[in-house]
């Protein structure tokens, strides 16, 4: 391949990829919401001295796992002096209230809990992670009612194209910080380059939000991998929940690929790898999304999870401090697994992160109730935290904060049963090798 020798980030410029997009697999019929929701002011005339921070999650359902960590990181939010004391703006201090709401992995339910906190509990501020499925309806409905929100862990495709987005434009009260198909493509594809295969690989996509964006073959990771000079095979959009992949995992064996990659719903991936394994189907390498994240997807599957590596945007390896605790990474780590006595899971850092972001703001105003003025610090927000740096301001679009993965893989632990190793900073050298990156099946 003549460009080999460039990083896979200069192989394809953003330019590149934002000139491509359109209205294809990613719009979903609401591509009127921005100018829809344009006029909205967005401004309450409240005068309550009480900030009220709603936070959404799906703390139980299939989803369950990305919030597993949300307690410890609640729990300690409010210890902290800076929310225990409230925040001060200018010579007023308000006392900050924080509701938190579950979604049980419902995007309906999502709907509904974001519309409960606006209506009735007369939130100034909404955050909200994990997944389109969780992140988007609640950002609708903040979009619609002209209340700031932040979103974190979904796709940064996900969550604006397939709530309408369009180059160029931005919404008014929404932002978010996590990466995207770039970033996913920066992580893999190193990995990738440093197997000897066939350079064939296997995509398996759910027919959802998630699925869409890394499917789409201008935008999406199956882009970058051709970009790259790899061949893809496309197993087909499913229906999360399946329970039959065999004729896919058939495809797979007959066209030859020895690189596999998805971004499923953990119970599907769970029933997916081990069919795989039954039909004797083991590619090299195992990079996959969404799933394998957390220490109970692993646990679930056994065995078969070594060696399979994911991206991990936070571990305690990363060298950043908390804005609100002081804490390194690892100390911030060590205090959950200690309070705990669980195996740290990365949702935390970007849980903690969000409360971060939620006091800059709110300081940075006059008047917490104003949401519009809130909304502007948000959009205009950049600052370095226990995230890492986050500039909502530089794109790829306005409102949207880009962090950097590494490239993990699941080994036998010590502690606990696995352990998340870091094998590949090619997309974030800040981020030190603590392990060496093997096939999957050798």
């Not at 990305?66 to 225990?84: E, H, I, P």
Request: net charge neutral; proline share 6%; with cysteine.
């Amino acid at each position: 391949m003549a460009d080999q020798g460039l990083s896979f980030e200069r192989r394809v410029s953003r330019r590149q990829v934002l000139k491509t997009i359109g209205g294809g697999a990613l719009m979903l019929g609401s591509a009127d919401l921005l100018a829809a929701c344009g006029g909205i002011k967005g401004s309450s005339t409240t005068s309550s001295g009480t900030i009220v921070i709603g936070y959404v999650s799906p703390q139980t359902g299939a989803l369950a796992g990305f919030a597993s960590g949300d307690n410890y990181v609640l729990d300690q939010v409010r210890a902290t002096s800076t929310y225990k004391n409230g925040f001060k703006l200018g010579s007023k201090t308000y006392d900050v209230k924080i509701v938190v709401k579950d979604t049980q992995s419902s995007p309906d339910r999502a709907s509904q809990v974001a519309r409960d906190l606006i209506l009735t509990d007369k939130a100034d501020l909404i955050l909200t992670s994990s997944t389109p499925e969780t992140t988007n309806p609640v950002a609708d409905a903040c979009e619609a009612n002209g209340i700031p929100c932040v979103s974190t862990i979904v796709p940064w495709e996900a969550w604006f194209f397939a709530r309408g987005g369009k180059p160029g434009t931005s919404f008014n009260f929404t932002t978010m910080f996590f990466f995207g198909m770039q970033q996913f493509g920066e992580c893999f594809i190193p990995m990738w380059d440093r197997m000897n295969t066939n350079k064939v690989v296997a995509f398996t996509y759910p027919n959802d939000a998630d699925g869409n964006a890394f499917r789409d073959n201008k935008t999406g990771l199956e882009f970058y991998s051709a970009q790259a000079g790899y061949h893809n095979i496309d197993g087909g959009s499913y229906t999360d929940g399946t329970q039959d992949y065999s004729s896919m995992i058939a495809n797979f064996k007959s066209k030859g690929a020895t690189l596999f990659t998805n971004a499923p719903i953990p119970p599907d991936f769970n029933t997916m790898w081990k069919q795989a394994a039954q039909a004797g189907f083991k590619p090299k390498l195992a990079t996959v999304a969404k799933v394998l994240l957390f220490p109970a997807d692993t646990e679930a599957i056994g065995d078969l999870v070594n060696n399979v590596a994911t991206d991990a945007w936070w571990t305690p390896y990363h060298p950043y401090t908390s804005t609100l605790t002081g804490q390194t990474c690892k100390q911030f780590a060590d205090s959950f697994e200690s309070a705990t006595g669980k195996q740290w899971v990365q949702s935390i850092g970007s849980v903690h992160s969000l409360f971060e972001i939620a006091h800059k703001a709110f300081t940075a105003v006059d008047d917490p109730h104003n949401h519009t003025a809130v909304a502007a610090q948000l959009k205009s927000m950049n600052y370095t935290g226990i995230s890492g740096p986050l500039d909502f301001t530089t794109g790829p679009v306005p409102g949207v904060a880009i962090q950097k993965p590494v490239g993990v893989q699941w080994k036998k632990g010590t502690k606990f049963p696995y352990s998340m190793v870091v094998v590949d900073n090619s997309a974030n050298k800040n981020v030190p090798l603590n392990g060496d990156l093997v096939p999957t099946n050798p």
